[in-house]
């Protein structure tokens, strides 16, 4: 089973500035890396596919980067609704793993 | 739109059997593939399966074929069978559709909690 690693574990942030988040894989999943974001009391929503792809109707201020197994997340101007929780999941290999998460708190 | 319900007893006791129905709506059961995927505090996020609209199924190892998960064409409801069960099965269980190429999970519905106890 691969191991999904998230540094930091939680991440301030001030409104307008810019978040980086990153996610280790125990092996290389080459770009088969999605994120989700999670807010309280929610399921998690698909953000990111394919290390780098934005999923339908999420906004460009959210970007994906890396291969292999390094990985982040870039949120480039944070606003009121992306403080939340923020999972990596590689799918590569069966079964399907998920880190164990950053959450980004108002600074 | 696609919707999604979960549903099921919150409360199973250690050694019984866990069972979840997810109503569809908006939508065919039978013309999409499926997951199931819970949430604990202790494991955080973690697959449970899959169900292709072929029929094909697999689950998470770690789960020692505990798992069965089938749809209900006639009810249009996707459903989990856990068996066995300790608290380490306590969580959260969300069922999902299958998206995209990579067949990621797209739409959610909002979870049930099932407490082992």
């Known amino acids: 089973e691969i191991m999904m690693t998230q540094s930091p574990v939680t991440l301030s942030v001030s409104p307008g500035e810019r978040a980086t988040l990153s996610c280790r894989a125990s092996?290389?999943?080459?770009?088969?890396l999605a994120w989700f974001q999670q807010k309280p009391g929610q399921a998690p929503r698909l953000l990111i596919y394919g290390a780098s792809t934005r999923a339908t109707a999420i906004p460009a201020r959210f970007s994906g980067s890396g291969s292999g197994t390094e990985f982040t997340l870039t949120i480039s101007s944070l606003q009121s609704e992306d403080f939340a929780v923020y999972y990596c999941q590689q799918y590569n290999n069966w079964p399907r793993t998920f880190g164990h998460g950053t959450k980004v708190e108002i600074k | 739109q696609l919707q999604l319900q979960e549903s099921g007893p919150g409360l199973v006791k250690p050694s019984g059997t866990l069972s979840l129905t997810c109503t569809v709506s908006g939508g065919s059961v039978n013309t999409y593939n499926w997951s199931w995927i819970r949430q604990s505090p202790g494991k955080g996020l973690e697959w449970i399966g899959y169900i292709f609209y072929t029929g094909s199924t697999n689950h998470n190892p770690s789960l020692n074929s505990r798992v069965t998960i089938s749809v209900d064409t006639s009810k249009n409801q996707l459903s989990l069978t856990l068996n066995s069960v300790t608290t380490a099965d306590t969580a959260v269980y969300y069922c999902?559709?299958?998206?995209?190429?990579?067949?990621?999970?797209?739409?959610w519905g909002q979870g049930t909690i099932v407490i082992v106890s």
């Open positions: 999902a559709s299958l998206g995209g190429l990579w067949q990621l999970p797209d739409i």
């Open positions: 092996q290389s999943v080459s770009s088969d």
